[in-house]
């Protein structure tokens, strides 16, 4: 097709317009590639130039770059470890003003005050998530080795002042007040037989379980037992010995289980925590665990 010379100039250069061009290039070509010649828009190198300026100062004026030891303070001296700080002091000032009526109350009264108990039943739960529940589980459930605090046997006395000891000083935990007491080794040491340590298992089985147990495991039981955990097995917190005419085990309840508790028995330690919490912590913890399984 020719061109047509009569055409107008103007309908020409508009084909011409139309016509693809040839991108612009570096003038590189590596295996048939070649290397466009694209800048970025203007807009764009401003604003990426400007937000390394922005960050360059925000260096400077803010902390920034780390050091071996310390690191550099920015010049506006903005620290938020300073800020938290003072928050968490703020907070604690607060707290101090509304546990004041707690701090100078009995655990008794602070039960019968409906407003005194919320609060302390709040912040029992949380301090005993915090501090206990890791033993004791989650709402005092409990698992073996840990005693569950959900149920009303309480080994060392389930009313608020002895729970209250029993937080404050723990158990075998070296506090000259702490509770303790540990139960003989009566097969380690000698003082029954294997077979007399049967004989008494299946005496405290039958007796957990509400039935007459085998006599001669009774006559062993009245002679080296009872004093303890009492002549009917219902436990004495004075000396600590676990109540024994239930099914409540700490240590598991299978005959396996129960003769290997007689032979070498195994003693839990609770930590004293009156050096860890606050008087008022403990009181509310002591009401939060009283809650659980009803108290005494």
């Given at each position: 097709?020719?061109?047509?010379?009569?055409?107008?100039?103007?309908?020409?250069?508009?084909?011409?317009?139309?016509?693809?061009?040839?991108?612009?290039?570096?003038?590189?070509?590596?295996d048939g590639i070649a290397e466009y010649n694209n800048p970025?828009?203007?807009?764009?190198?401003?604003?990426?130039?400007?937000?390394?300026?922005?960050?360059?100062?925000?260096?400077?004026?803010?902390?920034?770059?780390?050091?071996?030891?310390?690191?550099?303070?920015?010049?506006?001296?903005?620290?938020?470890?300073?800020?938290?700080?003072?928050?968490?002091?703020?907070?604690?000032?607060?707290?101090?003003?509304?546990?004041?009526?707690?701090?100078?109350?009995?655990?008794?009264?602070?039960?019968?005050?409906?407003?005194?108990?919320?609060?302390?039943?709040?912040?029992?739960?949380?301090?005993?998530?915090?501090?206990?529940?890791?033993?004791?589980?989650?709402?005092?459930?409990?698992?073996?080795?840990?005693?569950?605090?959900?149920?009303?046997?309480?080994?060392?006395?389930?009313?608020?002042?002895?729970?209250?000891?029993?937080?404050?000083?723990?158990?075998?935990?070296?506090?000259?007040?702490?509770?303790?007491?540990?139960?003989?080794?009566?097969?380690?040491?000698?003082?029954?037989?294997?077979?007399?340590?049967?004989?008494?298992?299946?005496?405290?089985?039958?007796?957990?379980?509400?039935?007459?147990?085998?006599?001669?495991?009774?006559?062993?039981?009245?002679?080296?037992?009872?004093?303890?955990?009492?002549?009917?097995?219902?436990?004495?917190?004075?000396?600590?010995?676990?109540?024994?005419?239930?099914?409540?085990?700490?240590?598991?309840?299978?005959?396996?289980?129960?003769?290997?508790?007689?032979?070498?028995?195994?003693?839990?330690?609770?930590?004293?925590?009156?050096?860890?919490?606050?008087?008022?912590?403990?009181?509310?913890?002591?009401?939060?665990?009283?809650?659980?399984?009803?108290?005494?």
């Amino acid at each position: 097709m020719t061109e047509d010379k009569n055409a107008p100039k103007d309908k020409v250069a508009a084909k011409d317009e139309k016509a693809p061009r040839a991108p612009k290039t570096m003038g590189h070509e590596w295996d048939g590639i070649a290397e466009y010649n694209n800048p970025l828009p203007r807009w764009w190198v401003l604003v990426f130039m400007v937000c390394i300026a922005w960050a360059v100062g925000y260096m400077v004026v803010m902390p920034s770059v780390p050091g071996v030891k310390d690191f550099f303070g920015g010049t506006a001296g903005f620290s938020s470890r300073a800020g938290v700080r003072d928050v968490l002091a703020e907070t604690a000032t607060q707290r101090q003003e509304w546990l004041k009526p707690m701090a100078d109350a009995p655990l008794d009264e602070i039960v019968a005050n409906p407003a005194l108990r919320q609060m302390a039943m709040r912040g029992g739960e949380v301090i005993f998530k915090e501090n206990c529940a890791a033993c004791h589980m989650v709402g005092g459930a409990g698992t073996k080795g840990y005693p569950a605090l959900v149920d009303d046997e309480w080994i060392w006395g389930g009313s608020l002042t002895e729970i209250q000891q029993t937080i404050r000083h723990g158990i075998r935990s070296g506090d000259p007040l702490a509770r303790t007491a540990e139960m003989p080794a009566f097969g380690r040491d000698g003082l029954l037989t294997r077979a007399e340590i049967g004989q008494v298992a299946d005496f405290v089985l039958a007796m957990a379980a509400g039935k007459p147990g085998p006599a001669a495991g009774q006559a062993l039981y009245q002679a080296n037992c009872a004093v303890c955990h009492g002549e009917k097995g219902e436990g004495m917190k004075e000396t600590g010995a676990p109540a024994l005419d239930n099914r409540i085990w700490l240590y598991g309840g299978s005959r396996a289980e129960v003769m290997a508790q007689i032979s070498v028995p195994r003693h839990g330690v609770m930590p004293n925590w009156g050096g860890r919490l606050s008087d008022v912590e403990i009181k509310q913890l002591s009401v939060y665990v009283h809650s659980l399984g009803g108290g005494q």
